[in-house]
């Protein structure tokens, strides 16, 4: 799968999972949905500037685009706007149905369809609303978003993953 | 930027690679910063099983 399949797969899975929150809350009215349509659009084109500033800063060796980074990014800036219009029902709705798409993303990861729990879901989910409001000491933004998802992934899909005491950290 | 935009929808595929390609262009003379605080040996990727399931997300779409 190529680099726009990714990007592309991943914004519309978010979309969908968005479109389901919205309805599940009522939501509809043409008014919000043009709300919602504007911000998502160009949040997704926000998130998109910054990985490609992202890979030309690291050095990273670029395989193919990683989708929960992709994904991250455009759930923060999301929420960053809606909730920079007064909109933060809007934002929580664009955080959680976030949350929802990458945790689809972990369940397919082999080797089984391990993902993360609720509690842990509305913890980050918590975090990144602090994040955006006066309690940001207590909150992670978009890279913290993405590192909860990857460092999940890389225990889950990691054949020879063996408990490390903290003495064998180098941290 | 085309005008999907202003429709309540996800972008399509076809929509993305014109973006992407926009920002390759703006990003064409891009000086990055002198030592990010990043080790060698980080990798892009996803896994050949979350490919599988956002080919179906795509559906018709060709990737």
């Not at chain 1, 726009?4 to 914004?11: E, F």
């Not at chain 2, 014109?18 to 390759?24: A, E, Q, R, V």
Request: aromatic share 8%; glycine share 6%; charged share 25%.
């Amino acid at each position: 799968m190529d680099n726009q399949g990714i990007v592309t797969a991943g914004q519309k899975d978010y979309f969908r999972n968005l479109d389901i929150w919205l309805k599940s809350q009522s939501l509809i009215d043409i008014d919000v949905r043009g709300l919602i349509a504007e911000h998502f659009h160009a949040a997704f084109v926000e998130a998109q500037i910054h990985h490609q500033k992202h890979i030309l800063e690291l050095p990273i060796d670029e395989k193919c685009r990683e989708v929960y980074k992709t994904v991250s990014w455009h759930v923060w800036y999301l929420a960053y706007r809606l909730h920079a219009r007064g909109e933060m029902e809007l934002a929580l709705g664009a955080i959680s149905s976030g949350l929802k798409t990458l945790n689809s993303f972990l369940l397919h990861e082999a080797p089984n369809d391990a993902c993360l729990d609720e509690p842990t879901l509305k913890l980050i989910g918590t975090m990144v609303a602090n994040e955006l409001e006066t309690l940001a000491d207590h909150g992670i933004a978009k890279n913290g978003l993405y590192l909860s998802f990857k460092a999940a992934r890389t225990m889950k899909s990691s054949r020879e993953f063996k408990v490390q005491s903290i003495q064998s950290s180098n941290f | 930027m085309s005008n999907f935009c202003q429709e309540y929808r996800p972008a399509t595929l076809s929509e993305v690679s014109g973006l992407l390609k926009d920002i390759d262009k703006q990003f064409a003379n891009f000086e990055p910063r002198q030592k990010p605080h990043a080790p060698d040996g980080l990798t892009n990727s996803t896994s050949p099983e979350v490919c599988s399931y956002l080919e179906t997300v795509l559906g018709g779409e060709q990737s």
